[in-house]
C-alpha cells in the first residue's frame, strides 16, 4: 500500500486546487445540513407537542381543530365519563396579521379554561402575568411576540374587531404551540360570535384508561366525534414538512453534481501533474489497486475536510428562528433550525459520497496508465 503521507503531500502541493475543491464541498454540505436543520426543526416542532396521557377530542372528519366545532353540551356528558381525570374545553379560530417585516400571515388564537395551562406543563408563563377573566386581555408566545407586530407585552393586539391588551408572554418549549395567541375561551368565544368548542383536551390517569374512553366517546351517535392521543394529533401534522425537505434534496442533489465535478477535476489535474510519479511507483512494485485505493484516498480526504468545513458553516444556523405555513391548519408555524451532531454525520457520509463519485474514474485512469506512455510524459 501506497503511504498515506504521499497523498497529502500532493494535496498540499496543489493547494489553489485542493482549497478551490474544499471550498465546493463545503458549501453543498452547508446547504444540505441547514436544510436538514431546518426539516428537522419543523418536525420536531410537532413530535415534541403532546402529552402521552392526554387526548384531543375533535369533531369526526375534521382532522385539526380549526375544522372542528361541536356543541358546548357535549362537554357535560363527557366531563361525567369514566376516565376523565380532567379536561379543558377550547375554541381555536384563526386571524390575518402582519409580521414585523410587514407581510401577512395567519395566526392561531386559541381561547382557554382554567385547565389548559395544567393539561401542557411545557407551555409556562415566561414574562408578564396571565390574562384575567373577562377582559380583552391575551397572553402570546415569546417566538410570536418576537415575529409580529403589536405582540410585545403592553401593546394592543387587533383581534376581531377591536384591539386586546398583550399582558404577558409564555414559553411553549418548542412546540407547536409557539404560534399561538391564547385567550379566555368566553371572550374569545363572544369576539368571534362563535357559542362552540373546537375541542376538548382530556387528561386520563392511565394507559390503561385511553382505549375504553376514546370507544367510549367515538361510539356515541349523539357526538359524532374522534378522539387522538395528543402526540399523535400533532405527528400526523408534520407533512407540513414534506415540501421543504424535496425542495432541500433537490437543491442538494444539484450542487452535489457541481461538486463531484470540481473533485474530479482535481483528481484529473492531479493525475496529469504526476504521470511520471504514478510510473515510478508501478516500478518500485506498486500495483494497479495500491495505485486506485491511493488516488480514492485523496479523494476522499479532500471532501471530508470539505465536509467538516461545511458542517462549521451550518453551525450558527442552529437556534434560529423562523416561520412557515401549516399545509394542515393553514396558519403560520414557528420553529427553530436545529443543527444536531447525527445531521453533521449526514453531511460528513455526503460529501464522502462525492469524494468517492467524483475520485473513481481519475483513479481509475491513474491506475491504468501504462509505464511506458507516462515515463514520456512531460510535464
Not at 386559541?110 to 411545557?122: Q, T, V, W
Not at 408555524?333 to 473513481?360: D, K, N, Y
Amino acid at each position: 500500500m501506497i503511504p498515506v503521507r504521499y497523498n497529502f503531500r500532493s494535496l498540499v502541493v496543489r493547494r489553489v486546487g485542493t482549497a478551490m475543491t474544499i471550498l465546493g464541498v463545503a458549501l453543498t454540505v452547508a446547504v444540505f445540513v441547514s436544510v436538514l436543520a431546518m426539516v428537522h426543526g419543523l418536525e420536531s416542532t410537532f413530535t415534541t407537542t403532546g402529552e402521552p396521557l392526554n387526548l384531543v377530542v375533535i369533531r369526526t372528519g375534521a382532522q385539526v381543530e380549526t375544522n372542528s366545532f361541536f356543541d358546548r353540551d357535549v362537554k357535560q356528558t363527557i366531563e361525567t365519563m369514566d376516565g376523565v381525570a380532567e379536561m379543558a374545553a377550547e375554541i381555536v379560530v384563526i386571524i390575518n396579521h402582519p409580521r414585523l417585516t410587514g407581510e401577512t400571515t395567519n395566526l392561531i388564537v386559541r381561547g382557554i379554561d382554567a385547565k389548559s395551562f395544567e393539561l401542557r406543563p411545557k407551555v409556562k408563563l415566561a414574562e408578564g402575568r396571565m390574562f384575567q377573566p373577562g377582559l380583552r386581555e391575551v397572553v402570546v408566545s415569546r417566538s410570536v411576540s418576537k415575529r409580529f407586530k403589536d405582540a410585545r407585552i403592553g401593546d394592543s393586539i387587533r383581534l376581531g374587531r377591536i384591539s386586546w391588551k398583550v399582558v404577558g408572554l409564555f414559553d411553549a418549549s418548542r412546540t407547536a404551540h409557539e404560534s399561538e395567541i391564547w385567550g379566555g375561551y368566553n371572550e374569545i368565544a363572544q369576539e368571534f360570535e362563535r357559542p362552540i368548542y373546537s375541542s376538548l383536551l382530556i387528561r386520563v390517569p392511565s394507559e390503561a384508561d385511553i382505549r375504553p374512553l376514546s370507544d367510549r366517546i367515538t361510539s356515541d351517535r349523539r357526538f359524532r366525534l374522534d378522539v387522538l392521543r395528543e402526540p399523535e394529533y400533532y405527528a400526523a401534522q408534520t407533512s407540513t414538512a414534506a415540501p421543504i425537505r424535496v425542495l432541500g434534496y433537490l437543491i442538494a442533489v444539484i450542487m452535489s453534481v457541481g461538486s463531484c465535478f470540481a473533485v474530479m477535476n482535481t483528481m484529473y489535474a492531479s493525475t496529469a501533474y504526476r504521470a511520471r510519479e504514478i510510473a515510478t511507483l508501478r516500478v518500485l512494485g506498486f500495483k494497479r489497486r495500491a495505485i486506485l485505493a491511493s488516488f480514492m484516498i485523496e479523494s476522499l480526504v479532500l471532501a471530508l475536510i470539505g465536509g467538516v468545513a461545511g458542517c462549521v458553516l451550518a453551525l450558527p444556523m442552529n437556534g434560529i428562528s423562523t416561520g412557515t405555513s401549516n399545509f394542515v391548519t393553514f396558519s403560520e408555524v414557528v420553529f427553530e433550525f436545529q443543527v444536531t451532531p447525527s445531521l453533521m454525520l449526514t453531511g460528513l457520509a455526503f460529501a464522502a459520497i462525492m469524494g468517492t463519485v467524483g475520485g473513481f474514474l481519475p483513479a481509475r485512469v491513474a491506475a491504468s496508465t501504462s509505464i511506458i506512455r507516462a515515463l514520456r510524459t512531460e510535464v
